[in-house]
């Protein structure tokens, strides 16, 4: 039997999935860690880095490094869209020549598809690496109201990074399968998945292994970056030197660290009831750093996010509405994504439901693993599990005065179709054009654009002799297909939507020779040397992460006690980091273990003299 593998493509991390003796487990990165955090960059000589070697470099060059840019998949390029991402993100968007939307790394301008293909590629080797053979068969996830666009590009992602999409399955869907088939759950749940960049909250009935989507709902633009973003403007407020706060505001690289000690305050905060703040915020060297001391704590944190949880409450209002449920008719609630780790929502969610929420598989794992329960039923077709989902977000065209006609509405059971009879506007009229769109708006401009149906080639009668029979049809992941008969000429036509924001075959094709390329010269190497690489770099990535912890401290100890000497040991320390995260990064073997052994010593020397 081939291998088969679910992959989490998430806005924040990824993950890959496979299962084993009818068991789903998680398959390590091949640096050791269990998530691929979606991160991608291109060094300035040109050079490719993903997952935590991207990360290392969005500290230095944020520019550099593409993060969520899942929120832009399959979208179309607008001067809007652009200005909105320049707000949040240090890169920056440019058209592509079909519309889409690009992110241009160190000069070059790479399509989002091209973006969640190399981390699809970087999962597709640590499952090689795993089963120590080729995979190409997987089940990939999506948010449930992703649009037909949107997973069209996904599986343009895919189809670069030479994988065969057995079926897009909806994340909260392929959590639920994870939690339903590992503990034999029936009876309705409640999915509430809150990630880095996105929110989706889906209701399922689940029976004996049937798999039933009442109603879905969410926010694709809100998430943990949100609660990051509250404590960003918090922590602004402690600047209060007003120039040294301009140049804090206006330096990419010191608002992106910012992020970061923010986003890690927020995890310290969820674990103890205190987060220490402690750095020096470097917006250009030649002034000197900004230190930045703060104590954030629990109910401080709470107070300030409460309307970001208070909003997330309502959008589950809304979930079991559609699906007509109140609170008490849920039996289960099933928490997924990083974010429920936050104390505060799990509370409140529990509070809601009056039953404490179900946090038997991990979070950051629950949509991978069924994914790969998925794939694993879709290979071997024993048919156990049985995925019945719904229409992610309503199909319609537009009609007179820019209203829209739906077509098949939200949360509609796939498969599906509906058929809408159409005349030409006047009599004679041999061409008529109907703009598809997709979203819940009454006004049409308000939906994303999915494209126009042109009918041409109509013979030249009176009007009412053209009934044109538009039929929608969705599969059952929710792929749209439109076809037209012709009742005066008996023709049935199926007509492509034109506005699909995808690369198109040259272009796909030769992306797709890039990534093979790629992959094949990431496996050429020996594996066992390989392995060993990775296990050096593992151990050198811990090093570094206590050496930061140490450096902090010293700043802090410099700072309260005035202390130069141990202010000159944290900046010969930041020094000392700064190498070894180029080894990290670029070294060969040798390399890394030799500087792991000194930066061990150093560490060790250093708190020997710390706690002596
Ligand atoms: P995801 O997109 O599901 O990977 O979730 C990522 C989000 O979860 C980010 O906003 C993280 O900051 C957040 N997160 C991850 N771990 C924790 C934690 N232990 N406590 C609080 N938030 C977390």
Same mark, same amino acid.
């Given at each position: 039997?081939?291998?088969?593998i679910g992959i989490d493509l998430g806005t924040t991390n990824c993950a890959v999935a496979t299962?084993?003796?009818?068991?789903?487990r998680l398959i390590e990165r091949a640096t050791g860690q269990r998530l691929l955090p979606s991160l991608v960059g291109i060094?300035?000589?040109?050079?490719r880095v993903v997952g935590e070697e991207a990360r290392l470099l969005m500290?230095?060059?944020?520019?550099?490094v593409a993060h969520a840019t899942k929120r832009?998949i #399959?979208?179309?390029?607008?001067?809007?869209?652009?200005?909105?991402?320049?707000?949040?993100?240090?890169?920056?968007?440019?058209? #592509?020549? =079909?519309?889409?939307?690009?992110?241009?790394?160190?000069?070059?301008? +790479?399509?989002i598809s091209q973006i969640s293909a190399m981390l699809l590629s970087e999962l597709r080797l640590d499952a090689e690496e795993f089963f120590?053979?080729?995979v190409?068969?997987a089940v990939i996830t999506v948010?449930?109201?992703?649009?037909?666009?949107?997973?069209? /590009?996904t599986?343009?992602a895919a189809?670069i990074a030479g994988l065969?999409?057995?079926?897009?399955?909806?994340e909260?869907?392929a959590?639920?399968?994870?939690?339903?088939?590992?503990?034999?759950?029936?009876?309705?749940?409640?999915?509430?998945?809150?990630g880095g960049g996105t929110?989706?909250?889906?209701? +399922?009935?689940?029976?004996?292994?049937?798999?039933?989507? @009442?109603?879905?709902?969410?926010?694709?633009?809100?998430?943990g970056?949100?609660?990051?973003?509250?404590?960003?403007?918090?922590?602004?407020?402690?600047?209060?030197?007003?120039?040294?706060?301009?140049?804090?505001?206006?330096?990419?690289?010191?608002?992106?660290?910012?992020?970061?000690?923010?986003e890690?305050?927020?995890?310290?905060?969820?674990? $103890?009831?205190?987060?220490?703040?402690?750095?020096?915020?470097?917006?250009?060297?030649?002034?000197?750093?900004? %230190? +930045? &001391?703060?104590?954030?704590?629990?109910?401080?944190?709470?107070?300030?996010?409460?309307?970001?949880?208070?909003?997330?409450?309502?959008?589950? &209002?809304?979930? @079991?509405?559609?699906?007509? @449920?109140?609170?008490?008719?849920?039996?289960?609630?099933?928490?997924v994504g990083g974010?429920?780790?936050?104390?505060?929502?799990?509370?409140?969610?529990?509070?809601?439901?009056?039953?404490?929420?179900?946090?038997?598989?991990d979070p950051d794992e629950a949509v991978a693993l069924g994914a790969a329960? =998925?794939?694993?039923?879709?290979?071997?077709?024993?048919?156990?599990?049985?995925?019945?989902?719904?229409?992610?977000?309503?199909?319609?065209?537009?009609? /007179?005065?820019?209203?829209?006609?739906?077509?098949?509405?939200?949360?509609?059971?796939?498969?599906?179709?509906?058929?809408?009879?159409?005349? %030409?506007?006047?009599?004679?009229?041999?061409?008529?054009?109907?703009?598809?769109?997709?979203?819940?708006?009454?006004?049409?401009?308000?939906?994303?654009?999915?494209?126009?149906?042109?009918?041409? *080639?109509?013979?030249?009668?009176?009007?009412?002799?053209?009934?044109? =029979?538009?039929?929608?049809?969705?599969?059952? &992941?929710?792929?749209?297909?439109?076809?037209?008969?012709?009742?005066?000429? #008996?023709?049935?036509?199926?007509?492509?939507? *034109?506005?699909?924001?995808?690369?198109?075959?040259? &272009?796909?094709?030769?992306? $797709?020779?890039?990534e093979?390329?790629h992959r094949?010269?990431q496996q050429?190497?020996?594996?066992?040397?390989r392995?060993?690489?990775r296990?050096?770099r593992r151990?050198?990535h811990?090093?570094?992460?206590?050496?930061?912890? @140490?450096?902090?401290?010293?700043?802090?100890?410099?700072?309260?006690?005035?202390?130069?000497?141990?202010?000159?040991?944290?900046?010969?320390?930041?020094?000392?980091?700064?190498?070894?995260?180029?080894?990290e990064r670029?070294?060969?073997?040798?390399?890394?273990?030799?500087?792991?052994?000194?930066?061990?010593?150093?560490?060790? =020397?250093?708190?020997?003299?710390?706690?002596?």
């Amino acid at each position: 039997m081939p291998p088969s593998i679910g992959i989490d493509l998430g806005t924040t991390n990824c993950a890959v999935a496979t299962v084993v003796k009818g068991q789903p487990r998680l398959i390590e990165r091949a640096t050791g860690q269990r998530l691929l955090p979606s991160l991608v960059g291109i060094r300035e000589d040109g050079a490719r880095v993903v997952g935590e070697e991207a990360r290392l470099l969005m500290e230095t060059m944020p520019e550099a490094v593409a993060h969520a840019t899942k929120r832009f998949i #399959g979208q179309r390029w607008t001067p809007e869209l652009a200005a909105r991402a320049r707000l949040l993100y240090p890169y920056q968007l440019v058209a #592509g020549p =079909h519309d889409d939307v690009r992110v241009k790394l160190a000069g070059q301008a +790479l399509p989002i598809s091209q973006i969640s293909a190399m981390l699809l590629s970087e999962l597709r080797l640590d499952a090689e690496e795993f089963f120590d053979r080729e995979v190409t068969q997987a089940v990939i996830t999506v948010p449930a109201n992703f649009t037909d666009a949107q997973r069209a /590009a996904t599986r343009e992602a895919a189809e670069i990074a030479g994988l065969k999409v057995l079926r897009l399955v909806n994340e909260p869907t392929a959590a639920a399968m994870a939690f339903g088939l590992a503990h034999g759950f029936s009876g309705n749940a409640l999915v509430f998945d809150l990630g880095g960049g996105t929110f989706d909250v889906s209701v +399922l009935r689940i029976d004996k292994g049937v798999f039933e989507v @009442l109603a879905t709902a969410g926010d694709p633009y809100f998430g943990g970056d949100d609660f990051d973003n509250v404590l960003v403007q918090w922590l602004l407020g402690h600047v209060t030197d007003e120039p040294s706060r301009e140049r804090l505001t206006k330096d990419r690289a010191a608002v992106q660290q910012l992020k970061l000690v923010a986003e890690h305050a927020k995890c310290e905060v969820s674990q $103890a009831m205190f987060a220490r703040i402690s750095t020096v915020l470097m917006p250009d060297s030649k002034q000197g750093g900004i %230190p +930045l &001391e703060s104590m954030l704590t629990r109910t401080f944190f709470e107070n300030l996010v409460r309307p970001k949880t208070e909003y997330a409450l309502k959008i589950v &209002e809304q979930a @079991l509405n559609e699906a007509n @449920l109140d609170q008490s008719q849920v039996d289960s609630v099933l928490l997924v994504g990083g974010m429920t780790r936050v104390p505060l929502l799990r509370q409140l969610v529990a509070a809601h439901f009056r039953k404490e929420p179900d946090v038997r598989v991990d979070p950051d794992e629950a949509v991978a693993l069924g994914a790969a329960i =998925h794939a694993a039923e879709l290979v071997e077709k024993g048919g156990k599990t049985l995925l019945l989902d719904v229409v992610g977000s309503t199909l319609g065209v537009q009609v /007179a005065g820019g209203l829209v006609k739906p077509l098949i509405s939200r949360n509609t059971m796939l498969p599906c179709s509906s058929t809408e009879i159409f005349y %030409p506007g006047r009599d004679g009229q041999t061409v008529v054009r109907v703009p598809v769109v997709q979203g819940e708006s009454a006004r049409a401009v308000e939906n994303v654009r999915l494209g126009e149906l042109a009918l041409e *080639d109509l013979a030249e009668t009176l009007r009412r002799e053209h009934e044109l =029979h538009v039929t929608f049809s969705l599969d059952t &992941e929710g792929q749209l297909a439109v076809s037209v008969t012709d009742q005066h000429s #008996g023709q049935v036509k199926a007509v492509t939507i *034109d506005q699909r924001t995808n690369l198109g075959g040259a &272009e796909t094709t030769a992306l $797709a020779q890039r990534e093979t390329a790629h992959r094949k010269a990431q496996q050429s190497a020996d594996p066992a040397e390989r392995r060993a690489t990775r296990h050096a770099r593992r151990a050198l990535h811990g090093v570094l992460v206590s050496l930061r912890r @140490l450096q902090r401290e010293l700043f802090h100890v410099a700072k309260e006690a005035d202390q130069a000497e141990a202010k000159a040991v944290a900046v010969t320390l930041a020094e000392a980091i700064k190498a070894g995260d180029e080894v990290e990064r670029t070294g060969s073997r040798e390399e890394i273990e030799k500087v792991t052994t000194r930066l061990v010593l150093a560490l060790q =020397h250093l708190s020997g003299s710390q706690t002596g």
